[in-house]
């Protein structure tokens, strides 16, 4: 009988594993290490980076492009307790952090693909996050339209890949509670429909409130939930202990619940959707930089990339906190503003916390995912906004603390890695969608303020059939002149 | 607690995180996570890292069916014999997704809660000049170029790093390591591990020490971390009874334990020349050195060296190597000799470009230690200058980060 060869003792990787992932057309070191999970476990890579690279360069990955994946602190398993007990004028952020980030990364440019563009597309959609390559499968099944998607890194590099895999329908606005449902009941079935796994796992939300002002907050959003067919209901602090037992009692006054909120793991709703989109037509391609917009007479008429141009009917503009960016090309000025988020992952546990806890007010809130660890973040007033995809100790002993106080059996639960990423915030928390002001054809897909990612089935198919002809009012509502004529669409259940 | 547990013959220490493998140590230096155990109630702790007290309780973690010497989910391992793409298993149809979502909630994860809760511990903050990472012989070597505001993190419980075991000729002597160490006084924190490198407006780590987490703020920073033992991924290799081979070594040296009698030591070049002397010099048998390199290494006379790729290490604990030349070669356990890899995360982290050779990803540094990040130094195995070449980049690099 057969014997593994583990490449990746801490998650149990085997070459085999590897070779399955190149097949999916993984090549780059971040893609493989998200596909198949090495070097996410206790020992964080430095037992098998290095033999994942020999692998990949056997098979042709050209020099400048084996680099190791990006490092996360910490270096080695450390305790919630230990973070938790920094002083936090120790840790407070100096300055405006000096990001490498920006410079040009070499290891793109080995990997960016060698075969031409085409060079006409019917949409061209600008951002392989989870909006632009929803954007494409929907598009694709309608058919009728030829599509190009542009990501300029690999497909999980920006927020869609960052993010904690939390989905809920608890929002206080209709339009976000109706998005929500859609997704999330599109999630349950995504497996059937695009054949990948997205393990959506529905343990509920259990959002707490720690004072009585926080407490009318959660009454009133469950009040309006309900009226939309929610199973949201305010419970008790006894009740909630008997769904999360270890909870702190003293921490909380109230506290809503909705069984039917849970999470995804989200890189494979990405891969799902790419590869969809691409069995239908549509062309994904990574690596690939847009540098400039081109426009006459009132329209956008093609994107300029470092693979050469393609002439466009249409272009969206679906770059999440980097859309601004994209759409200034064109001349449109967008008021999305970034701010980093950051989040850290335990080491495996078995399974012991079913819902996904929110507090609301100080804006922690964790969940236990598939594999066993604790995901979650917490949100920062002081954080200044800014394109800062990088990880602060500020955070972890931030969040180490809430964790601990809301839950003190975390404490000895040792932290295995941190990132950062970023919300795409707008001046009411309401996403910016459909035509741009000025220039005809240039569509906006962003200002999904940290929750596009659980909004994204549902806003991909509905703007997919009103980009074929369709009446939606929605994209009147949410387009980017309301900010201009002062016609806000504020929500207020943003966590983070 | 590794130790103890080896002289007292337990080489399965948990059950692997998915296919309910048996597992024992591996490195013996705190990195690869396959030593795994809950001790006093507390999970997921690297065995061969924590103290053995009397009345401890150690407990094998993840045989949640039956007991972990034989577990009955290792039947995952069977059904999915080359490996398991869990991303397309059972998605055609809902019903049978949502029996796999429970079964792989339940199998996930690996240790249970803490039995205690824990009030978290008043950490500290600290600034400093240069700050200094690893008390090997580059680490010691810069920090003794630095004046009195500069501060040497090292891990272990004694300074020296790689010249301790005895394996890399030319490496330091235990009485330069001794002097130096002595001269830096309090600026050496032992047991004390830097685990994080941020960059802000200055650099800033996060060491972890026996008094808990310090917040340290330096101008500049010399990572000399140094390498870590690397497994070989042939069929079978994490098994118990595979063993890196500096772990080994350590292990001898340290506790005076040894897992049997012969050895038969896998892996390439000069690595595995040295560290095949120094297990005999630490009392083994070898049965044959297999080097399984691209490029042959030069055959040593006096030991049993042949050219040959490993097939699969059979029985648990491993008592046996199959090699593609058609060898079986029996022996107590199998040691692994590839060179250490860089250990490059708190330097690339931060910024600082590597490049891939067959040991690992090294950091980018130029002659006097300068990587492409102004205030970050390297020197040592980390920057590809290990052996004898660390104590003369440690100089180097510590002068440049003194001046800087």
């Given at each position: ?16 594993d590897v070779e399955v992932a190149m097949a999916h057309g993984h090549r ?309 503003v970034p701010y980093r988020h950051e989040i850290a992952s335990s080491e ?149 | ?311 699969r290490a059979k029985g648990n604990p491993v008592r046996r190597l199959v ?82």
């Amino acid at each position: 009988m057969a014997e593994k060869a583990l490449l990746c003792a801490c998650e149990d990787v085997t070459v085999h594993d590897v070779e399955v992932a190149m097949a999916h057309g993984h090549r780059d070191i971040e893609s493989v290490k998200r596909y198949t999970g090495l070097g996410t476990g206790p020992c964080q890579g430095k037992s098998c980076a290095a033999g994942a690279m020999r692998i990949l360069a056997r098979a042709g990955l050209p020099e400048s492009a084996r680099v190791s994946f990006r490092a996360r602190p910490p270096l080695s398993p450390t305790r919630i307790a230990e973070y938790a007990g920094l002083p936090l004028e120790a840790v407070e952020q100096l300055g405006d952090t000096p990001l490498r980030l920006a410079d040009p990364d070499p290891s793109a440019e080995a990997l960016r693909p060698r075969e031409p563009l085409p060079e006409r597309a019917d949409v061209v959609i600008v951002g392989g996050g989870i909006m632009g390559l929803a954007l494409a499968w929907n598009l694709c099944r309608l058919g009728g339209k030829s599509v190009v998607v542009l990501e300029r890194d690999y497909l999980c590099a920006g927020a869609s890949g960052r993010n904690g895999g939390g989905v809920r329908a608890q929002w206080t606005t209709p339009s976000l509670i109706e998005l929500a449902t859609e997704s999330i009941d599109f999630m349950s079935r995504f497996a059937q429909e695009l054949g990948i796994n997205v393990w959506l796992r529905r343990g509920g939300y259990l959002f707490l409130a720690h004072d009585a002002a926080t407490a009318v907050r959660l009454e009133a959003g469950t009040s309006l939930q309900r009226r939309f067919g929610l199973a949201t209901r305010i419970i008790s602090p006894d009740e909630a202990l008997d769904l999360v037992p270890d909870l702190d009692r003293r921490r909380f006054v109230s506290a809503s619940w909705n069984p039917d909120d849970g999470v995804v793991f989200p890189w494979p709703f990405l891969w799902g959707y790419a590869e969809g989109a691409r069995r239908l037509g549509a062309r994904i391609e990574a690596f690939t930089r847009v540098t400039g917009l081109e426009a006459s007479g009132g329209r956008v008429r093609a994107v300029r990339t470092d693979r050469g141009a393609i002439r466009a009917d249409s272009v969206v503009v679906a770059c999440g906190a980097w859309s601004p960016a994209v759409a200034r090309m064109a001349g449109v000025e967008l008021p999305n503003v970034p701010y980093r988020h950051e989040i850290a992952s335990s080491e495996p546990l078995k399974p012991f916390l079913g819902p996904l806890v929110s507090m609301l007010g100080t804006g922690l809130y964790f969940s236990q995912s598939m594999r066993g660890e604790i995901v979650g973040g917490m949100g920062d007033h002081d954080e200044p906004p800014g394109a800062n995809q990088s990880s602060s100790l500020r955070f972890l002993a931030r969040y180490s603390a809430a964790l601990a106080e809301l839950m003190p059996r975390l404490g000895d639960v040792k932290m295995l890695r941190q990132w950062a990423g970023l919300y795409d915030v707008t001046p009411d928390g309401s996403p910016v969608l459909g035509e741009s002001p000025g220039v005809a054809g240039l569509l906006q897909m962003s200002g999904f303020v940290g929750h596009g990612f659980m909004m994204a089935p549902a806003v991909a198919r509905r703007m997919a059939a009103w980009m074929g002809g369709a009446a939606d009012e929605m994209f009147e509502r949410f387009s980017a002149r309301r900010f201009a004529e002062g016609r806000l669409e504020r929500e207020t259940m943003i966590i983070g | 607690m590794a130790a103890a547990l080896l002289r007292a013959g337990v080489t399965t220490f948990t059950r692997s995180i998915k296919y309910h493998r048996p597992r024992g140590p591996f490195c013996l230096g705190g990195s690869c996570g396959q030593c795994l155990m809950r001790v006093d109630g507390v999970p997921s702790l690297p065995a061969c890292r924590v103290l053995a007290r009397a009345g401890s309780s150690c407990q094998r973690q993840n045989a949640p069916l039956g007991s972990v010497e034989a577990d009955v989910l290792r039947a995952a391992d069977f059904l999915f014999p080359a490996g398991l793409d869990h991303h397309h298993l059972f998605t055609s149809s809902r019903a049978l997704g949502r029996v796999a979502l429970e079964l792989a909630r339940r199998l996930g994860g690996l240790g249970e809660l803490p039995d205690r809760e824990l009030p978290p511990i008043p950490g500290r903050a600290r600034e400093v000049e240069v700050a200094v990472v690893g008390a090997g012989p580059a680490g010691l070597a810069a920090a003794a170029e630095q004046g009195a505001d500069a501060v040497v993190i090292e891990r272990e419980a004694a300074p020296g790093g790689a010249s301790l075991f005895g394996i890399d000729p030319g490496c330091a002597e235990p009485s330069w390591v001794e002097q130096t160490a002595r001269a830096l006084g309090d600026r050496l924190w032992l047991r004390s591990e830097a685990v994080g490198l941020y960059v802000d407006a200055t650099p800033l780590l996060a060491v972890q020490g026996p008094q808990g987490l310090t917040a340290l703020r330096a101008r500049r920073v010399v990572v000399a971390t140094g390498g870590v033992s690397q497994p070989l991924a042939f069929p079978g290799v994490d098994r118990p009874g595979v063993y890196a081979a500096r772990g080994l070594v350590k292990l001898a040296r340290d506790h005076g334990v040894r897992v049997g009698a012969s050895l038969v030591v896998v892996g390439e070049g000069e690595e595995l020349i040295h560290c095949s002397r120094a297990l005999v010099r630490e009392g083994y048998r070898l049965e044959a050195l297999v080097d399984a390199g691209d490029e042959p290494c030069p055959a040593p006379a006096d030991l049993p060296w042949r050219r040959a790729r490993p097939l699969r290490a059979k029985g648990n604990p491993v008592r046996r190597l199959v090699l593609d030349d058609g060898a079986r070669i029996d022996c107590d356990a199998v040691a692994i000799a590839l060179p250490p890899a860089p250990l490059h995360e708190l330097a690339s982290g931060a910024g600082a470009r590597t490049r891939f050779q067959q040991g690992g990803f090294a950091v980018e540094a130029d002659e006097r230690g300068r990587t492409d990040v102004p205030w970050l130094f390297a020197a040592g195995r980390v920057a590809g200058r290990g052996g004898g070449q660390a104590r003369d980049s440690g100089v180097a690099a510590g002068r440049e980060a003194a001046h800087g």
